[in-house]
């Protein structure tokens, strides 16, 4: 017998024993059962409110005290109020995170730049200290949009824009947008291509959205620890951090939201009509945009008006995390030997 027939059978035999006024004896069964059947649903509830009040959102004036730093500024753009950091000086350089991530994650770069360039990052709608769009849209035009009036109200006029991952797609989008403002491109484990294969295989499964309710810890640093070539090298406080952020209030809901709403579109025609020097790195050990995409995108870029690729053997797919002073040391080489723009 199945636990749902299980189930059924006791209530049932429970009924039956009021309905023929059975003797005593049994009148009392049926009470002990009823009394144990209150004392599992009275559990069940108390499980479910722990878990709840466990998994609660943090606020958002909590995380803002526990993640800005003394250059973190805020500005309201279309809206939404977008976290952001703007150090250094000399020709400007834009860095835009991946998926879940955040901001402070572009730390080893920025030490490795901030002496010669001006280097501004900043936190997507749906991450970090930036939080969820009030308007619910996170579609990429309307990501893309949010990031082209930001650099428009910080008065950038020349840049080299990178990113890695999510923030790949996106600089990539910018610079064939707005190619007059782009002087150099800057890729770290791109995920165009990955992202378009993963819109084939479908959107956001609806019980997904439990994860609204309900997110464990274990969680980000699964994704983490998947995500580095060498899963040691995952430290508690990264975890912590990326939790925390997950955590905002509102922030599970705009993650997933995302997700649901991105759509690839023409991938290979935009990459094509990129036309500025690039700088592609990858690491040989992604297992979510694997190295072979690579040459695929090598391809793609033939178009531009050159491009060098490295590669990180051992290193995965969140690499800024991983390999951060490794490839922050090779951008600043790069962008030493290419620079002829005077800044924003």
Same mark, same amino acid.
């Given at each position: 017998m199945d636990p749902s027939s299980a189930m059924t059978h006791w209530l049932i035999g429970g009924r039956m024993a009021r309905q023929h006024r059975l003797d005593p004896t049994t009148e009392e069964q049926v009470r002990d059962r009823m009394?144990?059947?209150? #004392?599992? &649903? $009275?559990? /069940?509830? #108390?499980? &479910? $409110?722990? /878990?709840?009040?466990?998994?609660?959102?943090?606020?958002?004036?909590?995380?803002?005290?526990?993640?800005t730093g003394p250059a973190s500024k805020f500005?309201?753009?279309d809206g939404a109020r977008i976290h952001y950091r703007d150090q250094g000086s000399g020709p400007v350089v834009v860095l835009i995170h991946g998926n879940f991530s955040n901001l402070i994650d572009w730390d080893p770069w920025v030490d490795a730049l901030e002496?010669?360039?001006?280097?501004?990052?900043?936190d997507l709608t749906s991450h970090g200290l930036t939080g969820p769009d009030p308007t619910g849209d996170y579609s990429q035009e309307r990501t893309l949009a949010l990031t082209a009036r930001l650099i428009d109200a910080l008065g950038l006029r020349r840049i080299s824009i990178g990113g890695t991952s999510l923030g790949g797609t996106i600089a990539v989008h910018y610079a064939a947008a707005h190619p007059e403002r782009v002087a150099r491109l800057i890729l770290l484990n791109p995920g165009?291509?990955?992202g378009k294969e993963m819109a084939r295989r479908g959107g956001v499964p609806k019980a997904a959205y439990l994860l609204k309710y309900i997110l464990p810890r274990a969680l980000p640093a699964a994704m983490l620890r998947s995500g580095f070539g060498d899963p040691s090298k995952v430290s508690d406080a990264l975890i912590d951090r990326w939790y925390d952020l997950w955590m905002r209030e509102g922030q599970r809901q705009a993650q997933l939201d995302r997700?649901?709403?991105?759509?690839?579109?023409?991938?290979?025609?935009?990459?094509?009509?990129i036309r500025v020097p690039v700088l592609l790195l990858w690491g040989e050990a992604d297992s979510t945009a694997p190295i072979q995409q690579a040459q695929e995108f090598l391809k793609l870029l033939g178009n531009a008006?050159?491009?060098?690729?490295?590669?990180?053997p051992g290193v995965?797919?969140?690499a800024v995390e991983e390999a951060g002073a490794e490839t922050g040391r090779d951008l600043r080489a790069w962008l030493d030997a290419t620079a002829t723009s005077p800044g924003g």
């Open positions: 009394k144990i059947l209150a #004392a599992i &649903l $009275a559990l /069940a509830v #108390a499980a &479910l $409110a722990t /878990a709840l009040w466990a998994y609660r959102d943090i606020p958002a004036t909590t995380l803002e005290a526990r993640y500005i309201y753009i002496d010669r360039y001006r280097v501004v990052r900043f165009m291509l990955e997700l649901s709403q991105y759509r690839a579109g023409d991938v290979e025609a935009i990459i094509r009509s008006a050159s491009v060098k690729f490295i590669k990180y995965g797919h969140m």
